[in-house]
């Protein structure tokens, strides 16, 4: 009998990625910044300099590295109007139909967020899409860390997928950085938080579409 290759398995990213959300994430950070007086930024200016852990992207932007209490402050802020403001964000362009073709072709795929799991599982299901996964994961314990450790917990709890064979697509350096320090691949989208030139360095292809990146994963796949 020949050697069972498990099927390829896509692990989604969701704010900037699924969920196009950047309007309400510049909105959220730039009334962060007004709690310490700081000055607006625009969505260009942040996505040129956003860096995961986030106090390093405030430190990026103040100078210096935030105190505890400042972070606090900031980061209660930042969740308080990102609350606010998202409930006016949807789908990204064309992702029903990118999901439902990998899901009908056999494969699985999950969703990994630092957005927190008690926010993230009630939004998805709101999208109309939770059945498109095998696993829903958002962030637990503080905010403001890596996806890191995340992945490595995700990809453990998911049965029959091999991280050689899983393809994770996100927006923002850390989802690359996390996927291969799983052994995973990863494709970035410049559709969210970061710009193109921050994704280049990383090491993983850099794409402009969703279906862009599907197709990549594909490769990938196959290939491993």
């Known amino acids: 009998m020949g050697r069972h290759i498990p099927a390829a398995h896509i692990v989604w990213d969701w704010n900037g990625t699924l969920f196009h959300d950047n309007e309400a994430i510049i909105r959220a950070t730039n009334a962060a910044f007004a709690e310490l007086g700081l000055p607006p930024i625009t969505l260009e200016k942040y996505r040129a300099l956003y860096c995961v852990p986030v106090p390093k992207f405030y430190e990026r932007l103040m100078g210096r590295v935030p105190t505890h209490d ?49 926010q993230l599982v009630p939004l998805v299901r709101r999208m109309g899409i939770t059945e498109r996964f095998v696993r829903v994961d958002g962030r637990t314990g503080p905010s403001g860390g890596s996806k890191a450790e995340h992945m490595v917990r995700h990809l453990g709890a998911l049965r029959g997928v091999a991280p050689e064979r899983t393809v994770v697509i ?13 052994g995973a691949h990863a494709v970035l989208y410049t559709g969210g938080s970061h710009s193109r030139a921050s994704l280049e360095g990383v090491g993983a292809p ?3 579409t969703l279906a862009e990146a599907v197709r990549e994963a594909e490769r990938l796949a196959a290939a491993a």
């Open 170 to 182: 996100g927006d923002a350096a850390d989802d690359a950085v996390a996927a291969l320090g799983a």
């Open 70 to 118: 400042e972070w606090v402050l900031m980061d209660d802020a930042f969740h308080r109007h990102y609350a606010l403001h998202s409930v006016e964000c949807g789908l990204a362009d064309g992702v029903e139909p990118l999901l439902a073709g990998w899901q009908d072709a056999g494969r699985s795929q999950s969703i990994l967020s630092m957005y927190g799991h008690e």
């Open 206 to 208: 850099v794409v402009d």
